[in-house]
């Protein structure tokens, strides 16, 4: 874990419950996530930990606590709600959609519009800027190479190491 930069939590719940039927998932929990802190939830299979990050992502709404946001109490409604509050979950079930590239799965349901009336108006999708900011966050993370479109992910899976690092060449030399 890391020092946190700033005494007061930026997140904050008191007094959590979740109950799935007579299943009772989160049972009063408190948590307590500051600027700038790696924090690991830890414990068995079962005993509530997607359940609290739910709750704290708005994927779920508790039946009681509280949540706090930088120390204003707050109602998450929805995913996108807490993610426009600054909450962004990775979940621990896989939720892509393998017939799509890599650039259109990480910006699914927060894609990138043309500019003007072509995306205001007619929606249009701005793939190019989609696809440099994919990549940009791939090259971050030291991903060597991946295939954008579906006929090159079967072509060129995601690849890295050693190995597969010349037919991750080839991909790279063919666009992508
Ligand atoms: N949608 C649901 N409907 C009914 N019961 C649920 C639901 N989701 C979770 N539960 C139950 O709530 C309890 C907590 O589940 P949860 O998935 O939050 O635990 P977990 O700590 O994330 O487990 P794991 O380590 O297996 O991921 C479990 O008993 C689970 O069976
Ligand atoms: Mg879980």
Same mark, same amino acid.
């Given at each position: 874990?890391?020092?946190?930069?700033?005494?007061?939590?930026?997140?904050?719940?008191?007094?959590?419950?979740?109950?799935?039927?007579?299943?009772?998932?989160?049972?009063?929990?408190?948590?307590?996530?500051?600027?700038?802190?790696?924090?690991?939830?830890?414990?068995?299979?079962?005993?509530?930990?997607?359940?609290?990050?739910?709750?704290?992502?708005?994927?779920?709404?508790?039946?009681?606590?509280?949540? &706090? !946001? #930088?120390?204003?109490?707050?109602?998450?409604?929805?995913?996108?709600?807490?993610?426009?509050? $600054? @909450? %962004? *979950? /990775?979940?621990?079930?896989?939720?892509?959609?393998?017939?799509?590239?890599?650039?259109?799965?990480?910006?699914?349901?927060?894609?990138?519009?043309?500019?003007?009336?072509?995306?205001?108006?007619?929606? &249009? !999708? #701005?793939?190019?800027?989609?696809?440099?900011?994919?990549?940009?966050?791939?090259?971050?993370? $030291? @991903? %060597? *190479? /991946?295939?954008?479109?579906?006929?090159?992910?079967?072509?060129?899976?995601?690849?890295?190491?050693?190995?597969?690092?010349?037919?991750?060449?080839?991909?790279?030399?063919?666009?992508?």
């Amino acid at each position: 874990m890391t020092e946190p930069a700033l005494k007061s939590p930026a997140l904050q719940a008191r007094g959590l419950v979740k109950r799935y039927g007579r299943v009772t998932a989160i049972d009063g929990a408190d948590f307590d996530l500051y600027a700038g802190e790696v924090l690991a939830v830890v414990g068995d299979n079962g005993a509530g930990k997607s359940s609290l990050i739910k709750a704290l992502s708005g994927a779920l709404i508790p039946d009681a606590g509280t949540i &706090l !946001l #930088d120390g204003q109490v707050t109602h998450f409604h929805s995913p996108l709600d807490a993610r426009h509050k $600054g @909450i %962004e *979950t /990775v979940h621990q079930t896989l939720a892509l959609a393998p017939a799509m590239d890599i650039a259109t799965n990480l910006f699914l349901g927060r894609e990138i519009r043309r500019t003007g009336p072509l995306g205001s108006t007619l929606r &249009l !999708l #701005d793939r190019s800027a989609m696809r440099a900011r994919a990549q940009e966050q791939l090259d971050a993370l $030291g @991903i %060597e *190479t /991946v295939s954008t479109s579906a006929s090159w992910s079967r072509r060129c899976p995601a690849v890295s190491g050693r190995r597969s690092r010349s037919r991750g060449r080839r991909c790279s030399a063919a666009g992508w």
